[in-house]
């Protein structure tokens, strides 16, 4: 593989000058804070537009995840960083395996705190954290480079397509010759940003909304949540027990007290408690009407 960095890349949108802002170093702190959110509100509309990709995306990584598979990101820099920011919030948010959702960051975990600047122009690099991580056919393997040239981000798709996973690149950039073949593109086209080329700005917002959308869809398909509570919660701080009794509260109509005392009988689990209230069942068979309904709780409770 090339593990040479591409060439002239003025002609990238992420690339080239914003008109808007050009007068932002004699700007006030107030005209540049309004230049800016001017600029946040085009990540929102870009992504809006390539809703139907961020659906064909989801749909993937749902078929991947009732396969046994995982959703693992690749990524350099500001991209790679989201990802594993991604990766990382979905076990506490969702109670899901830590293993499901994967963020790999060109240069490896350092790279999260100290830029590794040259890891991302290695194509093999990409290829190898690919073999790694054993991706394979139930995979979902998906690439982020906002300015659509990472060799790093090119390197992990095509070798996750020859393991035969399915892959999702994401780029805030018009096409580019050397875009690996992929199952779904999602080109938010954010445009040039307030300071040249400096894509944690309008491009990182658009990537970051795109993996909000991806995971937290993704775990509501698997029945992660009850109409819009995060019911698939075991409490185990003070937090939690917290956030759990709140939730069986609201969904029981019980007073704290009894709320708090249905949720220890659960055993911290959230779902489990509320069937237990609704059905008027025990602690272990409202956990085999949550396994008959595939962990969905609006099925278990009828």
């Known amino acids: ?20 802002s050009m007068s932002i170093d004699a700007a006030s702190i107030e005209q540049a804070v309004a230049m800016m959110n001017v600029q946040d509100r085009v990540a929102v509309e870009a992504v809006e537009k390539v809703r139907d ?7 993937l990584a749902v078929a991947a995840f009732r396969a046994g598979g995982r959703l693992l990101y690749f990524g350099a820099g500001t991209s790679g960083r989201l990802g594993v920011l991604d990766a990382s919030e979905c076990p506490p948010t969702f109670r899901s395996d830590p293993g499901t959702v994967l963020g790999i960051i060109a240069g490896g975990e350092k790279a999260m705190f100290v830029a590794q600047e040259g890891a991302e122009d290695s194509a093999d690099g990409g290829a190898k954290d690919v073999d790694d991580r054993r991706v394979g056919p139930n995979d979902v393997v998906m690439g982020m480079a906002a300015g659509g040239t990472t060799p790093y981000v090119h390197g992990a798709l095509r070798r996750a397509k020859e393991l035969g996973a399915k892959t999702i690149f994401l780029s805030c950039v018009q096409p580019v010759p050397t875009e690996p073949k992929v199952d779904v593109v999602i080109r938010p086209l954010t445009g040039p940003e307030v300071l040249t080329g400096s894509t944690r700005l309008k491009a990182g917002t658009a990537t970051k909304l795109v993996l909000n959308q991806i995971t937290t869809i993704s775990m509501i398909q698997l029945g992660k949540c009850y109409e819009n509570l995060m019911v698939d919660l075991r409490a185990t701080n003070v937090k939690l027990w917290d956030r759990g009794a709140r939730i069986v509260r609201l969904l029981t109509g019980l007073d704290a007290t009894q709320s708090m005392e249905l949720l220890k009988r659960a055993e911290g689990h959230v779902k489990v408690a509320i069937v237990m209230h609704k059905k008027v069942v025990s602690a272990e068979r409202a956990r085999e009407l949550l396994s008959d309904a595939d962990g969905f709780l609006r099925r278990a409770i009828g």
């Open 53 to 59: 990709d961020v659906v064909r995306a989801i749909k």
């Open 1 to 20: 593989m090339n593990t040479q960095p591409p060439g002239d890349r003025g002609h990238l949108l992420t690339e080239q000058r914003l008109a808007e």
